[in-house]
């Protein structure tokens, strides 16, 4: 996600009227080396934030230091996206991708936990010293997810990286156990506040008399930002008798009106942006005058720190910024909500310009620009925190806001909860139409018509799509029609129709370059089972990887998902053995992604049977079934499970496929959809096969003419060839050459053996006979090259074979990585010594550690060097 870079960035130290602190500063010093947790607490004025810039200023150069500056608002995703930015100059050696984490995390509950350990570990490997991580105003972390997270890196965090935590009151945070154990340090009020010696001290170098330096301690009682003010108000002028909150405020005021009149106008309009350089100040409507202004800022010492040099960047005490933005608004209400919304659209951070513009009373604008960079942020954020942007709205706004229910729907569908994903959708369907929003209320439909088709409501969505002509439109709404309209084919069981109606929408896609178009296009195993689909995906991988490129994001986990399964159903096993592979690593890395689990289980599933591991096939799909998603209800665990019987039928598992079939027709009771003209006996193969393997021959031959004669509408995931090849071995039994050569021809008139897959044995066996001249030569040519390209994968196992060597199981890349590492190389310096984005360097050191069972750089730059003498100069090995 785009995170304002200050927000990772300590404050620089500055002089000023601060006075040296010696002895806080070696408090706060042996709390860092003694105590795991150091807690600054105290209210705002108290120079929290300044004491550790100090400190941190002073620690040597071998300790590691990540700051985060949380702000209102902030929850676990975005204190998540911080610690991933702060901690990124000591490559921590993730073994997950770390917006792979951040997604487990935002699952909740054990999830939290499962991310937070990981992220530990990782930090444990980081070849550091000693490393200190700070979060800034900690007080705004509120959400549970938050104080989960933190809880268990506070119990669980080793010691050699400490953790700092200030704000204006104590967090939420289980840390009694920590001060029991002699494990947290605390420093508060009374600690930070200046001592009478320290004020009187100032004052004096502040050129007040003794008389006043006396009294200012009473005035301000030690509160650092009221002595500040105090000595800046000193001039000629009476003090008040106490110095609080609501003083400062008052003084803060006059503090303002006594300011050049062009400085205070530059303050006033600049106070809505979060931190203020020069371009940001200009672009704001500024004049060229910005960079002096910040410099008077700085000069004047107005309650600013610096952030930044490069560009000079101040970002304005909360304190008094907020006084700012009080005064704005009371002097210029519509300056300062014009004022707002241009600062939102100078805003990259998605979260801080969401709430300028709900401050502005805009909340309709910023729920349309929610909608419009929705795919994107999903890319950024992943789905939870897409649901966490639309949660921030208020309630009231969000019912009646068509956008929100979109986004919430967009969300909600990656996660595959279809029927809460609908639901929203239809919402949004209705406020489009009571708005007038033609447009809007198209998109919605046609979105829900795919959301329908994933329940099974199927006459549901057919009415949606009859009203939308994709080639009467353009632009998303004519692919989510098209891509509407093919998964409607291939649910109504026209199959025929889905390589035709896929083809228009891959060509709609290559004029598309957004990865999020093409992220909702991508076929499903089903889908890509269909007649005369495997050059269809293959034109879709192809303008895939080409809009994806070097970005390392999940859709490249669908992608070559989708290509391996297309690859086996070409008969390609072992090219879609290593997309499976490569796939299934990439996915490891994102974390746990459903869509590639579940197509993967099943396509190692389908890799056993070739195999002959029907165990491991039967578990698998077992296991696939147990984890199916409860949100896309009873229609896709029909079809989980037609899929789990067609793998016990071509096991050879009776038992498994009675308890299958029974399934079938106790789920499909509830399903009015399942049954239909072009469907009107969908568990015939199924039967037929029941019969088979019960010795009911004449019966299966009968049921595989019946499921023949039904034409396409039988072919779900190939069984139509399946049925043939079966029908045809049958008749061979039964002494039926010619029967069998005819039932079987119309099998081999494809470019792929598809269905044929399902009973390899019988295809081997049919490749081996003496047909004479009962088959077309170049149909039996076509035969016996699936059948040679399929037998090895029936010789031996399909995974690679234990014991390879060490180095051998490096690619040439890794190999080239681990060499950099060993020189003492960053990810950056790898990055740019290889070509590659920082991401993928990541992705190799994460490779390495887990091919060759290390947990750090630190141990792959030792093993490498170990390893040296043994070194090849064939790809794969060490160079």
Known sequence: MALAHTKTRAPRPRDGLLLPRPALLATVDKALDEQRVLLVCAPAGYGKTALLTQALAAQSAETAVAWVALDEGDDLGR?????????????????????????????????????????????????????????????????????????????????????????????????????????????????????????????????????????????????????????????????????????????????????????????????????????????????????????????????????????????????????????????????????????????????????????????????????????????????????????????????????????????????????????????????????????????????????????????????????????????????????????HALEVCRFDAVAPLMEALVTELLQATSLEAWYTGSPAPRQIACANMAPVVDRWYRGAMQVLGERPLPFGVNAHMAQAWNLFWQGRLAESQQLLARAEADAAWFGRLIIARNHGQALHAMLDLIGGRHDSALELMRLRLAEHVPGYGAWGQWHATFFMSRMAAACGNRAALADGLERLVRIGADLPDLLMPHRPRPLQGLQAQLASLDGRRDEAIAGWRALLADGESGDLLGQLAEARLRLAAALLDAGDRTGAAEALAPALARREPGGLLWAVPLLLQMAARDWGDLLDAADLARLRGWADAVRPATQAAVDAAPGALADERLSQREAEVIAQIAAGASNKHIARALDLSPHTVKRHVANILDKLGLNSRGEAAAWFNSQRHHAATRPGTLG
């Open 79 to 487: 204190l998540l996206d911080c610690l991933f930015a702060a901690l990124e100059p000591f490559d921590p050696p993730w073994r997950t991708a770390p917006e792979g984490l951040r997604d487990t995390a935002l699952r909740g509950g054990s999830e939290v936990v499962t991310a937070a350990d990981a992220m530990l570990n990782a930090l444990e490997a980081c070849e550091v010293e000693r490393g200190l991580i700070v979060l800034d105003d900690v007080h705004h972390l509120v959400d549970a997810a938050s104080l989960q997270f933190l809880d268990r890196w506070l119990a669980r965090m080793g010691w050699r990286w400490r953790l700092v935590l200030s704000a204006r009151h104590e967090p939420q945070l289980r840390l009694a156990r920590l001060r029991a154990a002699g494990e947290l340090a605390d420093l508060g009020p009374a600690q930070l506040a200046l001592a009478r010696g320290e004020v009187e001290q100032l004052a004096q170098a502040a050129g007040l008399g003794e008389g006043d330096a006396a009294g200012l301690y009473e005035r301000c009682q030690g509160w650092p930002a009221g002595l500040r003010l105090a000595l800046g108000m000193s001039q000629g002028q009476r003090l008040p008798a106490a110095i609080d909150r609501a003083t400062f405020d008052y003084l803060a005021a006059e503090v303002l009106d006594r300011l050049d009149a062009g400085l205070r106008g530059f303050l006033l309009r600049t106070s809505v942006l979060h931190e203020l350089d020069a371009a940001r100040c200009q672009a704001l409507g500024e004049d060229s005058n910005a960079a002096h202004w910040l410099a008077e800022m700085e000069r004047l010492s107005l309650f600013v720190t610096v952030v930044d040099l490069a560009p000079h960047t101040l970002r304005l005490h909360q304190l008094f910024r907020d006084m700012l933005q009080q005064r704005l608004r009371q002097e210029q209400p519509e300056a300062h909500r014009q004022l707002l919304e241009r600062a939102a659209v100078l805003e990259a951070d998605a979260l801080r310009r969401q709430g300028l513009l709900l401050a502005a009373g805009r909340p309709e604008r910023a729920a349309e620009l929610l909608l419009g960079d929705g795919a994107l942020l999903m890319n950024q954020l992943g789905a939870q925190g897409l649901l966490d942007l639309t949660r921030r709205f208020d309630a009231d706004f969000a019912e009646s806001s068509p956008e929100l229910h979109r986004v919430k729907a967009l969300a909600l569908w990656v996660l595959w909860e279809a029927q809460q994903a609908e639901w929203h959708l239809s919402r949004a369907e209705v406020l489009f139409d009571a708005r007038g929003d033609e447009a809007g209320l198209r998109a919605s439909r046609a979105h829900r018509s795919i959301l329908l088709i994933a329940q099974g409501r199927l006459n549901e969505a057919e009415a949606l799509l009859r009203d939308l002509d994709p080639f009467a439109l353009s632009g998303e709404l004519r692919r989510m029609t098209l891509l509407g309209r093919t998964w």
